[in-house]
Every structure is written in C-alpha cells, then in structure tokens.
C-alpha cells in the first residue's frame, strides 16, 4: 500500500475531491499548511506599510490506496490541481507498512 501526499493551492481542493471522488477513491484527508518553493512568497502593503509574506497558505492531501490504484490517485490529482503557473504544488507517494482501521481492527487492504 502507499500513501499519497500532495502539497496544493487551496482553492483547488475541491476539484481534487471531485476528479478523485470520480474516479472512484472514496477518503481523503486535507490539512492546512504554510509553505513556500519556486513560488516564493510576496509583499503587501496594509495601511502604507509594506511586509513581506514568505510562507504561503497550501494544503495537504493525503490519499492511502492500494498499490495498483496509485498512479489513478496521482493522475486525478495532477489533474484537478494543475493550473499551469508557479506555485501549483507537489506529489509525494510513500509506502505504508500497516494500516489499521480503529473501528474493526481490519488491517491490510481491507482497512483502506
């Protein structure tokens, strides 16, 4: 199993979910994060003063599948978050050593 971990605009989540949700993978999990790449930030001024914003609001995606769904899983969400600007994010895949659903006590496949 792997674990897919992508790193996007915010106002793309909602496309990811749905292109995912489309191609059948059913959980997700999405978490608010601050960063900064090639992208690196910019200034703005408020009431006259100009400030430097270096880190800049992104969230994470991470989507836990089987291993023959993962390049669906990147795909769709290559594809809902690209826009073809600076900035647009990154894709992480990892593997997974276990995986335990709280509830049953499934491990395996079956947890996921």
Known sequence: MKLVTAIVRPFQVEDIRDVLAANGISGLTATEVRGFGRQKGHTETYRGAEYAIDFLPKVRIEV???????DEVVAAIAAGARTGKVGDGKIFVTHLVAIVRVRTGETGDAAV
Request: glycine fraction near 0%; aromatic fraction near 0%.
């Open 64 to 70: 836990a599948c089987r291993d023959d769904k993962v």
